[in-house]
């Protein structure tokens, strides 16, 4: 509240005019001090929510890099092992065909 005009006529303009630059200021520091606290809170919000998404995105990419091990792994796997299985069935078969042909020319 301004100084009203019978408290400047007792305590004198100069002193009135500091008081309500004083009051004005006081005021409008609290309206600041209030407003930078509240931004303070909403950063302190939003950095909370940006550090959990950056640890999801890290958590994710470990999953991913992972499973795209394992895939390797069974990749190389089946490559070592299974093909060489699946040519040795396919050679049992030939030389079983082979014979079976053989065994048939000899008929003839």
Excluded at 5 to 27: H, V
Excluded at 43 to 71: G, Y
Excluded at 91 to 101: E, H, P, T
């Amino acid at each position: 509240m301004p100084v009203t005009k019978e408290r400047e006529f007792e305590i004198g303009k100069d002193e009135s005019w500091f008081a309500n630059i004083k009051r004005t200021y006081d005021m409008f520091g609290d309206y600041t001090d209030a407003r930078i606290r509240a931004l303070e809170s909403r950063i302190k919000d939003v950095d909370s929510l940006s550090l959990q998404a950056m640890q999801n995105a890290i958590e994710t990419a470990n999953m991913v890099s992972k499973q795209a091990v394992r895939h390797g792994d069974i990749a190389i796997d089946h490559q070592w092992n299974k093909e060489v299985a699946e040519g040795a069935a396919e050679a049992s078969i030939l030389r079983a065909l082979a014979k079976v042909l053989q065994g048939y020319q000899e008929e003839e």
